[in-house]
């Protein structure tokens, strides 16, 4: 089955940037609404933002507006997460999968798996 590969993450210090990134290989990104999600230690797997279909409509969470920008490449079949203006409780590991439906809230694991995530740390 199809996994994603996560990458771009690191330690960084508060409110600085960093840009992920989400590629699968043999896999049409293009072709598909892509989420961004978040797991902290100790807390559920969150939903950070998602970008549908070709019109590039997104969704945020509130706790990321106007911080990050989620955007696609098709050419390269890869979709970014820029983060700007990092905070401490941003530190997770970030992964990304299809996703469906309005604000995608259905996480179609069932198309291509999770990945191994990427790490970011938001410490000074």
């Known amino acids: 089955q199809v996994q994603f590969v996560e990458s771009g993450g690191g330690l960084v210090q508060p409110e600085g940037p960093l840009r992920l990134s989400c590629a699968a290989s043999?896999?049409?990104?293009?072709?598909?609404?892509i989420g961004w999600f978040r797991q902290a230690p100790g807390k559920e797997r969150e939903r950070v933002s998602c970008?549908?279909?070709?019109?590039?409509?997104?969704y945020y969470a509130d706790s990321v507006k106007d911080r990050f920008t989620i955007s696609r490449d098709n050419a390269k079949n890869t979709v970014y997460l820029q983060m700007n203006g990092l905070k401490p409780e941003d530190t997770a590991v970030y992964y990304c999968?299809?996703?469906?439906?309005?604000?995608?809230?259905?996480?179609?694991?069932?198309?291509?798996?999770w990945g191994q995530g990427t790490q970011v740390t938001v410490a000074s």
């Open positions: 999968a299809v996703v469906r439906g309005p604000n995608c809230p259905i996480i179609r694991t069932d198309l291509a798996s």
């Open positions: 043999g896999f049409p990104l293009g072709s598909y609404d």
């Open positions: 970008i549908r279909d070709n019109a590039g409509r997104t």
